[in-house]
């Protein structure tokens, strides 16, 4: 069989081999499972912030006959561990009795009954009795350490990057030297991943083995937490991803919290259970973007170039560590933002509160560093007297510079291809001052932003996870990509087709993608970090590319050398039965990273972005509109462009609702508004014209030059628009989000500026 040159499907907008099954309703997510005689699950959960669990009483008036109740004793009499195993073991699947409730809506029980309308019932008459203590609920508190929730000073993590000094008085005589210094600082949101589907997750028990299927993006996570809560092996428990309906990260964590209480159910009534979230028990109870404060200093010459950057950044962690020092770590890793700076420093901490757990959101910490570095450099640019764009063009990165950990730049820099692509898409600006079609006096305003995102894992992440993904030619003739890499709405699924069947000369219908479930793929690592593509897509091709040739050595031996893949795939399987090709992670050479001073090649590869908005703000009623929003992004090479443009519009107008209308609100340490009618994300009503521009800098180690794409568009956004808000009406917001109320508590400033001007 002739060499194989990859071609074909990739480049092209080929359908998603999911979307039939999708838009007809034949896809089955996990509350569409038929599971005969399957109970319904509920969890019993804290009022309080923060206690001791004194007792969990039952209501002794209550018929309990057809009901089944769970407690932390349950897991320690069946030889489990009760913890919800991830980066650290200290959150408990249930608080024991005696253990220290963390926050509101912790679980503390668990019921079940044959229906979700009888469990919701039982759930109401078991009764914790919780002796409240004084509860942490913002991270100076925290950083007080007057109640200890972690360590002797609630710090879940610290890191700090140094560039160009060896210790802080050397950074501050750099900064000393500075004619003009910048200083702000920039609280964000939290933010609600709001996924179209909430958390569910089923399980039943066979010959003594657990099989949970549910909404996920990591079944390989959810194996491991199972393996220590319920005392198995890895053959003990088969964890399979269901059709899943989004993510975001919300789903790359939390699932192992619902897999453990449904398997404990399961096992206890003794028959198959669904456990499924409505909305308000999903905001209230699940995690969500980390709230953060970032003080930042950006050091000037006269002349504008950057002498020093200077941030200190602090996130809510929330009750327990989840994956918080790997949000921190990026966050800080990308807290310099892509612009030249020959002094960097960046001190990073992530803190124990009493709110409910923060975790993995797209962007994944990068969007809470990346609105206060770019507010600094609009403050700049309008101090200097230049344009906004311009400015950025003068001061980012280029092929030879070394970012804040000192890693030199050295391909796929596309720095300068998404600045000059929004440069020449801007346009004339907009007019000023205009009525709207209501009569209202209306102001408008332009704003822009430059981020970059690293691709994959920090470090030596990868190596770490070392993840493998297969390739099979089945015995009946098909070929099937086999990875634990889960398709939650971005195309995984599609992609993959496509990299395989460019490989074998096929077509991508030709290539089925094995639904995931730990019992059939090898682990590829979590769905997470701008990897799938990127990383496992890269494996898949490796995969392909080694399938093709152990068939083209057969061929030629049997006589059909040169023949297509497609012509002999058959014949090789009738006579060679399954034929599976499994290939293991690579680092690109070259990638340093030292974890102890955090300095080197923090990723093997950046993606690149710029984005221009225009806003229109109702001076009456405080509302902004965005009109207009163009998002340059560099992707090394689109795979499948409607998709990946899919991924850019999605997350863009993610970005944007978190900027400009979502609030998530707590009180007490409880989420205020856990409802999708007061916890409000943008709907189509809300969004713009969106257009996306898509540059392509391939990146030499990924699938035909592509690199990740999925987080990136949601870095910048925000800061676009809420520049564009400071250009209309001349004075600063720096805070996420900009509401309303929040233009309209700072009326009198921005009117003065406004007659001024």
């Known amino acids: 069989m002739a060499e194989l040159q990859p071609a074909g499907p990739v480049g092209r907008p080929v359908p998603r081999v999911d979307g039939v099954a999708k838009v007809t309703g034949?896809?089955?997510?996990?509350?569409?499972?038929?599971?005969?005689?399957?109970?319904?699950?509920?969890t019993v959960r804290s009022t309080v912030a923060h206690g001791v669990l004194d007792a969990v009483d039952l209501d002794p008036d209550y018929d309990w006959t057809d009901v089944v109740v769970v407690t932390a004793a349950d897991i320690a009499a069946a030889g489990g561990r009760n913890v919800v195993t991830l980066i650290e073991e200290d959150q408990p699947a249930l608080v024991p009795l005696g253990g220290r409730v963390m926050h509101v809506?912790?679980?503390?029980?668990?019921?079940?009954?044959?229906?979700?309308?009888?469990?919701?019932?039982?759930?109401?008459?078991?009764r914790p009795r919780i002796s409240a203590r004084p509860a942490v609920l913002d991270t100076d508190a925290a950083l007080r350490a007057e109640v200890k929730l972690y360590g002797d000073d609630n710090v879940f993590k610290r890191f700090v990057i140094r560039k160009g000094h060896g210790d802080d008085a050397a950074f501050e005589d750099a900064m000393a030297g500075a004619d003009r210094i910048i200083e702000g600082v920039y609280p964000t949101a939290a933010q609600e991943q709001m996924y179209i589907e909430p958390q569910g997750m089923a399980a039943h028990w066979e010959d003594g083995r657990c099989f949970l299927v549910g909404s996920m993006q990591c079944p390989y996570y959810v194996h491991k937490a199972m393996k220590a809560l319920l005392g198995c092996d890895g053959d003990g428990v088969v964890v399979t991803q269901a059709v899943t309906g989004g993510g975001?990260?919300?789903?790359?964590?939390?699932?192992?919290?619902?897999?453990?209480?449904?398997?404990?159910?399961?096992?206890?009534?003794g028959r198959p259970v669904k456990l499924i979230y409505d909305r308000g028990e999903d905001i209230a109870a699940t995690t969500k973007r980390h709230p953060c404060v970032t003080r930042h200093r950006l050091g000037l010459a006269a002349d504008g170039a950057i002498v020093a950057i200077d941030a200190d950044v602090v996130m809510d962690g929330g009750a327990y560590l989840t994956l918080s020092p790997v949000v921190l770590s990026r966050g800080v890793l990308h807290a310099a933002g892509p612009y030249r700076c020959p002094v960097v420093r960046i001190v990073g901490r992530v803190v124990a509160t009493n709110h409910p757990p923060h975790g993995a959101f797209r962007g994944f910490g990068a969007p809470q560093t990346t609105f206060p570095y770019e507010r600094q450099i609009d403050k700049a640019a309008r101090l200097l007297g230049v344009d906004p764009l311009a400015y950025r063009q003068r001061l980012?990165?280029?092929?030879?510079?070394?970012?804040?950990?000192?890693?030199?730049?050295?391909?796929?820099?596309?720095?300068?291809?998404?600045?000059e692509a929004i440069a020449r898409a801007a346009g004339p600006r907009p007019a000023r001052d205009a009525v709207s079609a209501g009569g209202a006096p209306v102001r408008r305003g332009r704003g822009v932003c430059f981020y970059f995102h690293g691709s994959g894992f920090t470090g030596a992440g990868e190596q770490r996870i070392a993840g493998r993904a297969t390739?099979?030619?089945?015995?009946?003739?098909?070929?099937?990509?086999?990875?634990?890499?889960?398709?939650?709405?971005q195309g995984a699924a599609t992609i993959f087709a496509q990299i395989a069947g460019a490989s074998l000369g096929l077509a991508p219908e030709r290539v089925r993608v094995v639904d995931p479930s730990t019992d059939k793929v090898p682990d590829s690592g979590p769905t997470v970090a701008s990897r799938t593509c990127m990383v496992v897509g890269g494996l898949v091709e490796r995969?392909?590319?080694?399938?093709?040739?152990?068939?083209?050595?057969?061929?030629?031996?049997?006589?059909?050398?040169?023949?297509?893949?497609?012509?002999?795939?058959?014949?090789?399987?009738?006579?060679?039965?399954?034929?599976?090709?499994?290939?293991?992670?690579?680092?690109?050479?070259?990638?340093?990273?030292?974890?102890?001073?955090?300095?080197?090649?923090?990723?093997?590869?950046?993606?690149?972005?710029?984005?221009?908005?225009?806003?229109?703000?109702?001076?009456?009623?405080?509302?902004?509109?965005?009109?207009?929003?163009?998002?340059?992004?560099?992707?090394?090479?689109?795979?499948?462009?409607?998709?990946?443009?899919?991924?850019?519009?999605?997350?863009?107008?993610?970005?944007?609702?978190?900027?400009?209308?979502?609030?998530?609100?707590?009180?007490?340490?409880?989420?205020?508004?856990?409802?999708?009618?007061?916890?409000i994300v943008p709907t189509f009503a809300d969004a713009p014209d969106l257009e996306t521009v898509l540059v392509e800098v391939p990146y030499p180690y990924g699938p035909h030059g592509a690199k990740g794409v999925g987080e990136i568009p949601m870095d910048g956004p925000a800061a676009a628009a809420i520049n564009a808000v400071v250009d209309a009406l001349g004075v600063d917001f720096d805070v996420v989000p900009v509401l309303p109320e929040t233009i309209a508590a700072r009326r009198d400033a921005w009117d003065a500026a406004r007659r001024k001007s």
Not at 117 to 124: G, I
Request: hydrophobic fraction near 45%; glycine fraction near 10%.
């Open 26 to 42: 034949a896809a089955h997510y996990v509350d569409d499972l038929d599971l005969p005689g399957a109970w319904h699950g509920a």
């Open 105 to 126: 809506d912790e679980a503390i029980a668990l019921v079940a009954a044959p229906t979700r309308a009888r469990a919701l019932e039982a759930r109401r008459h078991v």
């Open 248 to 269: 975001f990260g919300g789903k790359e964590e939390y699932p192992s919290m619902i897999a453990a209480h449904v398997a404990l159910l399961a096992r206890k009534a």
């Open 396 to 419: 980012a990165l280029r092929p030879g510079d070394t970012t804040a950990t000192g890693q030199e730049l050295t391909f796929s820099v596309g720095s300068e291809a998404v600045l």
């Open 471 to 489: 390739v099979a030619l089945t015995a009946a003739g098909d070929v099937e990509v086999r990875s634990s890499s889960t398709d939650i709405g």
């Open 543 to 679: 995969a392909a590319r080694a399938l093709g040739t152990r068939i083209a050595a057969w061929a030629g031996e049997h006589g059909r050398g040169g023949a297509p893949f497609a012509e002999v795939a058959a014949a090789a399987a009738a006579a060679l039965g399954e034929v599976a090709e499994t290939v293991q992670y690579e680092p690109p050479p070259g990638i340093e990273w030292d974890d102890a001073t955090y300095t080197g090649a923090a990723y093997p590869v950046f993606g690149w972005a710029a984005c221009l908005v225009d806003v229109a703000i109702d001076l009456d009623t405080c509302e902004v509109t965005v009109e207009r929003c163009v998002q340059a992004v560099d992707v090394g090479k689109a795979i499948n462009p409607m998709i990946v443009k899919g991924q850019i519009e999605g997350g863009t107008l993610q970005a944007l609702g978190w900027g400009l209308l979502e609030n998530v609100l707590y009180q007490d340490g409880k989420v205020a508004n856990a409802s999708m009618t007061n916890c």
